[in-house]
């Protein structure tokens, strides 16, 4: 199983990113997936997740409809677009992949992971 990451990069406060995720090696259409970021110092934090099926889709509260998540299961991708960017959301954002077990804003139950693309905010 691989995922991975791209798109991130370097913009300015206010501005845009779009995250992909390439899945390959797993029915991706029947997994939840999920989005995670890690500052430096800083735990893992959960960004928010997509689920199969009805694509049902549930965000972190600092998102504050800043972010949205949406998948293409016909080329085992899913996206994060980020907007009206700000420096805190500077990290490595890691997209990873889980069944239907344990809840879904918890990396530890998530079964695949990538490895991670940076993303960095000026200010």
């Known amino acids: 199983v691989q995922l991975v990451e791209s798109g991130g990069g370097l913009v300015q406060a206010g501005g845009s990113l779009r995250l992909s995720c390439a899945a390959s090696?797993?029915?991706?259409?029947?997994?939840?997936e999920g989005w995670f970021r890690q500052a430096p110092g800083k735990d893992r934090e959960f960004v928010g997740f997509i689920r199969p099926g009805d694509g049902d889709t549930s965000y972190a509260d600092f998102v504050k409809g800043r972010f949205t998540i949406s998948r293409d299961n016909g080329k085992n991708t899913v996206y994060l677009q980020m907007n009206s960017l700000e420096p805190d959301d500077t990290a490595v954002y890691y997209c990873?992949?889980?069944?239907?077990?344990?809840?879904?804003?918890?990396?530890?139950?998530?079964?695949?992971r990538g490895q991670g693309t940076q993303v960095t905010i000026s200010s």
């Open positions: 990873a992949a889980k069944g239907r077990f344990g809840p879904d804003n918890i990396p530890r139950y998530y079964n695949y």
């Open positions: 090696g797993l029915a991706f259409s029947a997994y939840t």
